[in-house]
Nanobody
Framework: QVQLVESGGGLVQPGGSLRLSCAAS????????MGWYRQAPGKQRESVAGVSSGGSANYADSVKGRFTISRDNAKNTVYLQMNSLKPEDTGVYYC????????????WGQGTQVTVSS
């Protein structure tokens, strides 16, 4: 059982920055692919960014150039640095974990709220 705890959200003005953290339980964090997702009220959850066990990152077009995903395997933690935030970035942000080339993925955590508003 892998548990995921997201933190770092808050209220920020357009153009501002936030750094989200996701702490994972377990002893094999380094082999997981990790990803960030977000969900606005009344909308489906969408993928925002991912980082593979090998360190390769990918991003949704809507955040490319503004967000950076990174991981610290010693802390079992993945981060999402969010710069140049826009109101449309508002939502609950979740992380998740999966083992490459398998069907296994973790259950969802509680998420952390990000609100971008003037």
């Amino acid at each position: 059982q892998v548990q995921l705890v997201e933190s770092g959200g808050g209220l920020v003005q357009p153009g501002g920055s936030l750094r989200l953290s996701c702490a994972a339980s377990g002893s094999i964090f380094s082999i997981y692919d990790m990803g960030w997702y977000r969900q606005a009220p009344g909308k489906q959850r969408e993928s925002v960014a991912g980082v593979s066990s090998g360190g390769s990152a990918n991003y949704a077009d809507s955040v490319k150039g503004r967000f950076t995903i990174s991981r610290d395997n010693a802390k079992n933690t993945v981060y999402l640095q969010m710069n140049s935030l826009k109101p449309e970035d508002t939502g609950v942000y979740y992380c998740n974990a999966r083992i490459p080339r398998t069907s296994w993925s973790a259950s969802w955590g509680q998420g952390t709220q990000v609100t971008v508003s003037s």
